[in-house]
T-cell receptor, first 112, second 114 residues
């Protein structure tokens, strides 16, 4: 059973640029959630996708957007990067509903 | 605002000491409760979860947690910690009436000295 994978591992961007992060869900899972983890904080929910539709969103601006593909993999896109977007971005997959989520290793984004 | 609170930011223990990490949440109704652990250099892993039934749940590596509904608490315990338990511990809640996102506490860093 393949776990959740994310790419890239690390990324450095400058303010104003755009970034795309990718996530492959665990086999058999149809739901993907994205979280932002700032240094010294717990992960904060960005949004969730279920069967290619957004299924809930946290308190993040519209420049954070996402996609889910038919194979349940997902992308997180962030436009107009700001310094405060520097964080670890975590992807988690699960079955639909309030179930256990399985996390990937994360993508460390640094915005200069 | 509704939230998940972890009382201890950093806990330092010697090996064989007992551990209790506090977690309180402020959501009403039915909740699903989780403790996740993040070992140095590794990704978040599930320690244990509570959905319903016996409020005392046992997880991996000798950890257990007790759900006390009246206190809105889900404290994590281990009778005797090991050096390998050094990690960051996160309490998380899914407030079932408010979607299926995990709401995390800020985390507790546990340092165990040998």
């Amino acid at each position: 059973e393949t776990g959740v994978t994310q790419s890239p591992t690390h990324l450095i961007k400058t303010r104003g640029q755009q970034v795309t992060l990718r996530c492959s869900s665990q086999s058999g899972h149809n739901t993907v959630s994205w979280y932002q983890q700032a240094l010294g904080q717990g992960p904060q929910f960005i949004f969730q996708y279920y069967r290619e539709e957004e299924n809930g969103r946290g308190n993040f601006p519209p420049r954070f957007s996402g996609l889910q593909f038919p194979n349940y993999s997902s992308e997180l896109n962030v436009n107009a990067l700001e310094l405060d977007d520097s964080a670890l971005y975590l992807c988690a997959s699960s079955l639909e509903g309030p179930n256990e989520q399985f996390f990937g290793p994360g993508t460390r984004l640094t915005v200069l | 605002a509704q939230s998940v609170s972890q009382h201890n930011h950093h806990v330092i223990l010697s090996e064989a000491a007992s551990l209790e990490l506090g977690c309180n949440y402020s959501y009403g109704g039915t909740v699903n409760l989780f403790w996740y652990v993040q070992y140095p250099g590794q990704h978040l892993q599930l320690l244990l979860k509570y959905f319903s039934g016996d409020p005392l749940v046992k997880g991996i590596k000798g950890f257990e947690a007790e759900f006390i509904k009246s206190k809105f608490s889900f404290n994590l315990r281990k009778p005797s910690v090991q050096w390998s338990d050094t990690a960051e511990y996160f309490c998380a809640v899914i407030p079932n009436q408010a979607g299926t996102a995990l709401i995390f506490g800020k985390g507790t860093t546990l340092s165990v000295s040998s």
